[in-house]
């Protein structure tokens, strides 16, 4: 198996959710693999489509704070984004 594939394999559960990464709240979209680096795609609380280096640690939120409470953040998120979070 791959560092890539390793890579998917973990992060997998966290697509389309709500996470922590570099000190924002992001909807986390999928890792991808470039020549050089891996890369989360993910959706910043401005609406852009982003890129950032693997390097990073992401936080998940979810099953992780409780269930109230994330599901308060997507209901927020949903209401102002056209990406959906689960």
Do not use: H
């Not at 996470?19 to 909807?27: G, H, K, N, T, Y």
């Not at 890129?51 to 997507?74: A, F, G």
């Amino acid at each position: 198996m791959t560092i890539f594939e390793k890579f998917i394999k973990e992060y997998k559960s966290y697509y389309n959710t709500l996470v922590i990464l570099d000190f924002e709240v992001v909807l986390f979209l999928e890792i991808i693999e470039e020549e050089d680096d891996y890369y989360y795609v993910y959706i910043d609380k401005s609406g852009n489509r982003r890129y950032c280096t693997c390097v990073l640690e992401i936080y998940r939120l979810k099953n992780v704070i409780p269930d109230k409470q994330y599901n308060e953040m997507v209901r927020v998120w949903n209401l102002n984004y056209t990406l959906k979070a689960i």
